[in-house]
């Protein structure tokens, strides 16, 4: 451990209120593993973690065992905490309930949240997509976002951490932050995610569960328009007009999202629809599977504040083709195929350009894995440590 860790004890009040999802996704597996990672490199500070629930939820709660670490739960229904109390009034202000005092309060993700002006504060943003992108969100999360009142909370915390340069540009541009406050830190990937020998028990076994087709091109994340999904159905029915690929298949996985309702509709109207599937949520542990078996992996996202699912798939040496917009670029460097994701036409054209290439399909394969290696959770608890150090 750093000396300077040693140097320097802090209590640190943490929000793990995205940790009462019952199905991690997101901001929820940022945050559990930046957590986890913190735990282990750190057993000089001192961790609160804060939750609220009107019915006690601790169970659905990682069980973090350190001896540095505790829970603290306030009992509050969520809509008169959020829109009764927090909103109107700036309270409670939540260090209060911690006995001893509290130097540093970090928020994983923006949230209806109060503290004591003494107290130092950072808040963790992943993507301003609902200020940039609208649109692409239904009218509940747009008025969400709008009472969260973003901007304000970005001039209000004592730093503002930004997932990648490009969403730094974002929170100064569309957020109003403060460039000197605003601190890039880039998010990590677990070491779970690596390419696997063929023959690995485990993954013949969860071929075998999900019934894999031999060739598949894979997609993993929420439906919702943001992902773009409509421009991926249009390729695939593109590349399927060709006979020479009928025996490639599409899988889709991830839990359905707003506005989802137009991509199922879009599948079952085209001449392919055959060949695609859905499969909803998938399980964490049999992700590094799926990409593992799949032929390449495609995500032609509008706009992300970083990708983990690009990230992750590379990890695994799976081919990957990207939308060239956001931090998409940023993240895979010259590892992944980048398209322009309003042209389904380029899509096609990249993924049977990996089908049919195979010395293509290998140097992805080669340079995802390298590029993979540039990001881990332990490296991004260090920067984290360093950031609340400072403050």
């Given at each position: 451990?750093r000396?300077?860790?040693?140097?320097?004890?802090?209590?640190?009040?943490?929000?793990?209120?995205?940790?009462?999802?019952?199905?991690?996704?997101?901001?929820?597996?940022?945050?559990?593993?930046?957590?986890?990672?913190?735990?282990?490199?750190?057993?000089?500070?001192?961790?609160?973690l804060?939750?609220?629930?009107?019915?006690d939820?601790?169970?659905?709660?990682?069980?973090?065992?350190?001896?540095?670490?505790?829970?603290?739960?306030?009992?509050?229904?969520?809509?008169?905490?959020?829109?009764?109390?927090?909103m109107?009034?700036?309270?409670?202000?939540?260090?209060?309930?911690?006995?001893?005092?509290?130097?540093?309060?970090?928020?994983?993700?923006?949230?209806?949240?109060?503290?004591?002006?003494?107290?130092?504060?950072?808040?963790?943003?992943?993507?301003?997509?609902?200020?940039?992108?609208p649109?692409?969100?239904?009218w509940?999360?747009?008025?969400?976002?709008?009472?969260?009142?973003?901007?304000?909370?970005?001039?209000?915390?004592?730093?503002?951490?930004?997932v990648?340069?490009?969403?730094?540009?974002?929170?100064?541009?569309?957020?109003?932050a403060?460039?000197e406050k605003?601190?890039?830190?880039?998010?990590?990937?677990?070491?779970d995610?690596?390419?696997l020998?063929p023959?690995?028990?485990?993954?013949?076994?969860?071929?075998?569960?999900?019934?894999?087709?031999?060739?598949?091109?894979?997609?993993?994340?929420?439906?919702?328009?943001?992902?773009?999904?409509?421009?991926?159905?249009?390729?695939?029915?593109?590349?399927?007009?060709?006979?020479?690929?009928?025996n490639?298949?599409?899988?889709?996985?991830g839990?359905?999202g707003w506005?989802?309702?137009?991509?199922?509709?879009?599948?079952k109207?085209?001449?392919c629809?055959?060949?695609?599937?859905?499969?909803d949520?998938?399980?964490?542990?049999?992700?590094?599977?799926?990409?593992?078996?799949?032929?390449?992996?495609?995500?032609?996202?509008?706009?992300?504040?970083?990708?983990?699912?690009?990230?992750?798939?590379?990890?695994?040496?799976?081919?990957?083709?990207?939308?060239s917009?956001s931090?998409?670029?940023?993240?895979?460097?010259?590892?992944?195929?980048?398209?322009?994701?309003?042209?389904?036409?380029?899509?096609?054209?990249?993924?049977?350009?990996?089908?049919?290439?195979?010395?293509l399909?290998?140097?992805?394969?080669?340079?995802?894995?390298?590029?993979?290696?540039?990001?881990?959770?332990?490296?991004?608890?260090?920067?984290?440590l360093?950031?609340?150090?400072?403050?």
């Amino acid at each position: 451990m750093r000396k300077s860790v040693l140097a320097i004890t802090m209590n640190i009040l943490i929000d793990v209120r995205p940790l009462m999802d019952e199905r991690y996704s997101g901001v929820a597996e940022y945050t559990y593993e930046l957590l986890s990672a913190l735990f282990k490199i750190d057993s000089s500070n001192q961790y609160f973690l804060y939750y609220n629930s009107a019915r006690d939820l601790l169970g659905r709660l990682p069980n973090f065992t350190q001896a540095n670490v505790s829970y603290i739960r306030t009992h509050y229904p969520n809509k008169i905490f959020n829109y009764c109390l927090v909103m109107p009034f700036d309270r409670p202000r939540l260090d209060r309930y911690i006995g001893s005092g509290i130097d540093i309060f970090f928020m994983p993700h923006v949230n209806f949240s109060a503290w004591s002006p003494s107290v130092k504060s950072v808040v963790a943003v992943h993507d301003l997509s609902f200020l940039i992108y609208p649109e692409v969100f239904n009218w509940r999360k747009n008025i969400w976002h709008g009472l969260l009142r973003v901007r304000r909370l970005m001039k209000k915390t004592t730093a503002v951490v930004a997932v990648s340069e490009n969403t730094k540009a974002d929170i100064i541009n569309y957020g109003g932050a403060a460039t000197e406050k605003v601190k890039t830190i880039l998010s990590g990937l677990s070491a779970d995610f690596k390419k696997l020998p063929p023959e690995d028990p485990a993954l013949l076994a969860v071929k075998k569960r999900y019934r894999l087709p031999e060739k598949f091109i894979f997609f993993l994340s929420t439906v919702e328009p943001r992902k773009n999904i409509e421009c991926l159905l249009r390729a695939f029915d593109l590349l399927k007009k060709k006979p020479r690929n009928e025996n490639i298949k599409l899988l889709i996985a991830g839990g359905r999202g707003w506005k989802s309702k137009a991509v199922y509709s879009l599948a079952k109207k085209l001449a392919c629809s055959s060949d695609i599937e859905f499969l909803d949520y998938v399980d964490r542990n049999d992700k590094v599977y799926l990409y593992n078996a799949a032929t390449l992996f495609a995500y032609p996202s509008l706009y992300e504040g970083f990708g983990h699912p690009p990230l992750e798939a590379m990890a695994c040496g799976t081919p990957t083709i990207l939308g060239s917009s956001s931090s998409l670029p940023e993240v895979a460097g010259d590892a992944a195929l980048l398209v322009d994701p309003y042209n389904p036409t380029a899509l096609a054209a990249a993924i049977e350009s990996i089908i049919m290439d195979a010395d293509l399909a290998a140097a992805l394969s080669e340079k995802g894995i390298e590029q993979a290696k540039r990001f881990t959770w332990e490296k991004t608890a260090r920067q984290y440590l360093d950031l609340f150090e400072s403050l």
